[in-house]
Every structure is written in structure tokens, then in C-alpha cells.
């Protein structure tokens, strides 16, 4: 049994994938936002230092979290238009070509799903303790 090294993929494929991968990233963006403000709410109630450690710690992850996403959105972006172009510059061939798969791109964004579902467990375990 032997492993396609390079698989293909045809334009439309790889567009939908990054819209998909798009919107999801804005969206975990944007709860982030809402996390942060929970957050900010427990800073007001609770002083302890426990607390206050596992409060840096989302906070530091948030940050992270919100950078790779821009990151994921930004190589959707790069993508998109790379294969805009090839589109613009091939009009009639392009149902017919095939492209690369973008494998390395749909792994950092199932990795960052995986990671962020993580990372949204605890911050909900942690806020039903201590909220």
C-alpha cells in the first residue's frame, strides 16, 4: 500500500477549506474576547493567589491562543490569493488543474481546534470553581 506523498486537490477544495479554517479562527477569536472578560470579572472577586496564577495563566494562553489563530487567517489569506491569481491568470483551465494539498496548513489548524478545545475545558472547570 503506498502513501500519495503530494496529494491534489482541486481549487474549489482547498478555497473551502480555508473558508472553513477562517471562520472558525475568527470565531475562537472572538470568544477569546469573551473569556478575557470573564476574566476580568474573577480579577474583581477574588484576590487569592492561587486564583490570581491560574488568572496569568489564561491570560498568557489567550494571548497565544489569539496569535495563532491571526496566524492560521493569515496563511488562509496568502493562500486564497495565490490561488486567486492562478485563477486570474488561467481562466478556462482551472476546473481542470490540480494543486497541491495543503496538508501542513489543515494541521495547524486541527492542532489549534484540538489545543483551544483543551484550553476552553479548563478555563470552564477553573471559572466553576472559582467564580
Known sequence: MTKTSNPKKH????HF???IWTNNMK??????KIFEN?????????????V????????????????AAE??????????????????DHPIAIDH???ADHTKLRDEAE??????????KEFIAFLRKWM
Not at 27 to 32: A, N
Not at 38 to 50: A, F, G, Q, S, W
Not at 111 to 120: A, H, P, V
Open 11 to 14: 481549487i474549489d477544495e482547498l
Open 97 to 99: 488543474v490540480l494543486f
Open 27 to 32: 470565531f475562537y477569536r472572538d470568544e477569546l
Open 52 to 67: 490570581t496564577a491560574q488568572i496569568e495563566h489564561f491570560q498568557n494562553q489567550f494571548i497565544l491562543q489569539r496569535e
Open 71 to 88: 496566524k492560521i487567517i493569515s496563511k488562509c489569506g496568502d493562500h486564497d490569493k495565490f490561488l486567486a491569481n492562478q485563477a486570474k
Open 38 to 50: 470573564r476574566l476580568e470579572e474573577l480579577v474583581t472577586r477574588n484576590t487569592k493567589l492561587e
Open 17 to 19: 477549506e480555508h473558508r
Open 111 to 120: 492542532t489549534f481546534d484540538r489545543l483551544y478545545s483543551e484550553l476552553k
